[in-house]
């Protein structure tokens, strides 16, 4: 979580580990990202990942992971600068109706 000077909070991260089996590691997984709109551009973002980052050393992950919309781009612009793009596509497949 990220803070203002008054103690209000302004931004968070939601994360949780995840297995990578053919690298026979741990790594973890950035489900959320949040941070306010109206202090967006002042830091929190880098802030949240720096921290992010220092938890992953922690915990001895091996990356750091997460997906964003393609049309994101504002925070695609930010995640360029601090992570590599990689070549997955994703996808999300339904569960089986249970509705006989």
């Known amino acids: 979580m990220r803070a203002d ?16 089996p053919l690298h026979g590691a741990v790594g973890g997984f950035l489900d959320d990202l949040f941070v306010a709109p109206e202090v967006r551009g002042g830091g929190a ?38 992570a590599t793009r990689t070549m997955f596509v994703t996808y999300d497949m339904a569960p089986e109706s249970t509705d006989s």
């Open 45 to 82: 973002v880098d802030e949240l990942l720096a921290r992010l980052r220092e938890i992953a050393a922690e915990r001895g992950w091996s990356t750091i992971r997460w997906i964003t919309a393609d049309d994101n781009h504002r925070a695609r612009s930010k995640y360029d600068q601090v």
């Open 5 to 20: 000077s008054r103690g209000t909070p302004v931004g968070l991260a939601h994360f949780r580990p995840f297995s990578c």
